[in-house]
């Protein structure tokens, strides 16, 4: 099927390498790419996910690339572009706006020569010296660069800041915007506040099995999933099969984070829109989720399950009776949740945000913002992992593409999580059998893994290096790809829904900042 | 009371419990805490209380702070969350994090900044366990009798 789709734009079949079943890698040439990317993704419907950008000079297969990743259901196609030291990059997103934070990315952590008018540093823009490319193999770890910036402050005159967040939930990043009478004009977004060199630290300290550790500890609220899509990663570029227990028990989790992260967002839309008593009694529920986890792992978050082929033990009978029991009363969240969705509130925000279905396909969104706005795309029914083929559940879609939808589909998918936990707690595969497959790990081989993160998809792309560390380790977590859609659903709304909007799609910003950008679209 | 709130690029795992704890605390004192400042806006608190590696980005944006205000300030007792903001935890060495609260303070005083505390609490964990929040904020309450009754 995607072999067809391949000839059809016009990619000679001798350059397609098969990874794995679900995975293709293909060398394009660097003038052919805007040719390929405009058939793919602009004609053929392909979703595009990220890029990539590669400093190769420690494997001997060139120099410099750019690896650009897209989907279809069951299929991950990478489109590989090997450039020289001298030579200048490719671009495409003067075409497919997507693609426009992943590459200035690749420009700034890399060096990468580029024509284009762009700002001298997009990640590190706190005055760091321009020698200083950190996705460099010969840059260290833990070169102390703070001594280094200068922290001069970014031009944002007639800019106001809103603040969306809730008084206690606080990480820094400046959402600004412009407002002309009575309607915002300009959006303007500067983050890269909480980069902590995630990926530098996953690439050079840490062996390639105490990276799933410090991939959980990218976000606070949707960690595992983080450690799931990395093992997931690993498995695929060294052909690992994962036992049925391990992925009966990563669903489980995973779908326990999945409540916990939509009941704290959806809490806090009950908090903004004034219904306290529901705000309340959300975060109620939410510790049941909690209480749970506590109960299956020891912890109440970072969980620290999962290792590359598995997990690290198993659940006894007595442990998922208990979570029986919790899931049993978590059940009564579904009226909260009703009068959440009915409340006169709520609908006012119908119609309030929208971002059509063309523009969401073009910004690449992804998760339930995608999904408000009619995009039928689930990484869990479409490339399926852990154990979503062996249970049933529904994705909810809308077509109205506004904030009212994206908090409903929210409500919704709750639901279809606590569905999912009660036929996985009822599985005898749950507490029976192996636990994890032994593995060796080659050096340069190349994977992909991907989960749906409670907000959306979550890309997490590996190359296996020398002495079982890794070589290159790439991160896109979903904040990352929902918020380029922020100009969009913002320009032309009043001001005083602004925090609501920008709330409904649920940025986090500890994952979208491991590295990270400022810019002016 | 005047609380500030500092989150120095932490993952939110530890600012999500220390709301839970926060809950806990406003059950067991029956006061409403009030709502803290996020960034540095006065010359004076009571209580500040940190999460996160210390990361360049807030390491720039507290800089901005101090000079807005003329580089002096009082952070009176100051609750440390976290393993990451009490050593740096797994991010100790990385090209971007100062490595945990006295690494950050310290970065802070060598730009020429003047700052003061009355105490420094140190709470491990990652992430923190609301009881921990609970025990060390009821403690502090009722080791100062000043810092209670100044809640309405």
Redesign the interface.
């Known amino acids: 099927m995607v072999i067809k789709v391949l000839e059809e734009c016009k990619i000679p079949l001798n350059k397609i390498v098969k990874l794995r079943e679900d995975t293709i890698l293909i060398d394009v040439d660097k003038h052919d790419l805007r040719d390929v990317i405009k058939c793919l993704v602009l004609e053929k419907g392909l979703h595009f996910s990220t890029c990539i950008g590669v400093d190769y000079s420690g494997l001997r297969e060139g120099e410099l690339a750019l690896v650009y990743v897209l989907t279809r259901p069951r299929v991950k196609l990478m489109l590989r572009v090997l450039i020289s030291e001298n030579e200048e990059a490719p671009h495409v997103h003067d075409i497919l706006p997507a693609a426009e934070w992943c590459e200035n990315e690749a420009y700034d952590l890399l060096g990468l020569k580029t024509s284009l008018p762009i700002a001298e540093r997009f990640i ?1 823009h ?1 005055g760091v010296p321009s020698d200083v490319r ?1 996705l460099r193999k010969d ?8 001594s280094l ?1 200068s ?1 001069k ?1 970014i031009e944002k005159e007639g800019f106001v800041e809103v603040d969306p967040h809730h ?6 990043e400046d959402f600004l915007i412009k407002v002309v009478g009575n309607r915002i004009v300009d959006v303007l977004y500067i983050g ?7 990926e ?2 996953g690439e050079s ?1 840490l062996k390639i099995e105490q990276v799933p ?2 991939a959980e ?5 949707c ?1 595992f999933t983080h450690s799931t899509a990395y093992c997931q990663a690993v498995e695929s570029a060294l052909n690992i099969d994962v036992p049925e227990r391990a992925r009966f028990e990563r669903a489980l989790m995973l779908e326990l984070e999945r409540i916990e992260s939509h009941l ?1 967002l959806l809490a806090l839309i009950a908090y903004a829109i004034g219904l306290r008593d529901i705000f309340l009694e959300l ?1 109620r529920y939410r ?1 049941l989720v ?1 209480n749970a986890c506590d109960v299956l792992v020891g912890n ?3 969980y620290g399950l999962n290792v590359i082929g598995g997990v690290r033990y198993g659940f006894t009978v007595e442990q998922v009776r208990s979570v029986r029991e919790l899931v049993k009363k978590l059940k009564d969240v579904e009226r909260a949740l009703e009068r959440l969705s009915e409340s006169e509130n709520l609908k006012k925000l119908k119609d309030v945000g929208t971002l059509p279905r063309e523009d969401a396909h073009k910004l690449g969104a992804v998760g339930p913002v995608a999904r408000a706005s009619g995009i039928d795309y689930d990484v869990r029914r479409d490339l399926s992992y852990a154990a979503y083929e062996m249970v049933d559940f529904d994705v909810p879609i809308m077509d109205s593409g506004d904030t009212y939808a994206r908090i409903i589909i929210r409500c919704e998918e709750t639901i279809q999580s606590i569905r999912i936990i009660e036929q996985v707690l009822s599985r005898e595969e749950l507490v029976n059998g192996e636990l994890r497959t032994e593995y060796y790990p080659h050096p340069g081989r190349t994977g992909i893994g991907m989960t749906e993160a409670p907000r959306g998809e979550n890309v997490h792309f590996v190359i296996t290096g020398h002495d079982s560390k890794l070589y290159r380790w790439k991160v896109r977590a979903p904040t990352y790809a929902n918020l380029a859609v922020l100009r969009t659903i913002l320009i032309g709304e009043s001001p005083k829904n602004a925090p609501i909007i920008i709330a409904s799609l649920d940025p ?1 910003l ?1 994952c979208t ?1 491991r590295l990270v950008k400022v810019r002016k679209w | 009371m005047k609380i500030l709130y500092l989150n120095l690029g932490g993952c939110n795992g530890c600012d999500i419990e220390l709301l839970a704890g926060v809950v806990r605390v406003v059950e067991k004192i029956g006061r409403e805490l009030p709502s803290p400042d996020h960034g540095i806006r006065s010359r004076s608190y009571d209580i500040t209380i940190v999460t996160g590696p210390g990361t360049l980005g807030n390491l720039c944006r507290i800089v901005r702070d101090l000079e807005r205000i003329g580089g002096e300030v009082d952070l009176g007792h100051v609750i440390v969350l976290g393993s990451c903001a009490c050593g740096g935890g797994i991010w100790y060495d990385s090209y971007m994090v100062c490595g945990g609260w006295d690494m950050f303070l310290r970065e802070l005083i060598s730009r020429g900044f003047r700052i003061r505390y009355r105490s420094v609490t140190y709470v491990t964990g990652c992430p923190v366990r609301p009881e921990d929040v609970e025990k060390v904020l009821v403690q502090l309450l009722h080791s100062y009798p000043n810092l209670i009754s100044s809640l309405t």
Request: glycine content about 6%.
């Open positions: 590190l706190w950190p840059f260290r770890h833990d070169m102390k660069i703070h910036a922290c402050l008084p206690f939930f606080y990480e820094h890269s506040y909480i980069n902590r060199g995630i530098k630290v300290r550790f410090i500890r990218i976000c606070g609220i960690g704290l975060l510790e909690m109440r978050k970072m986090c500890s900042d």
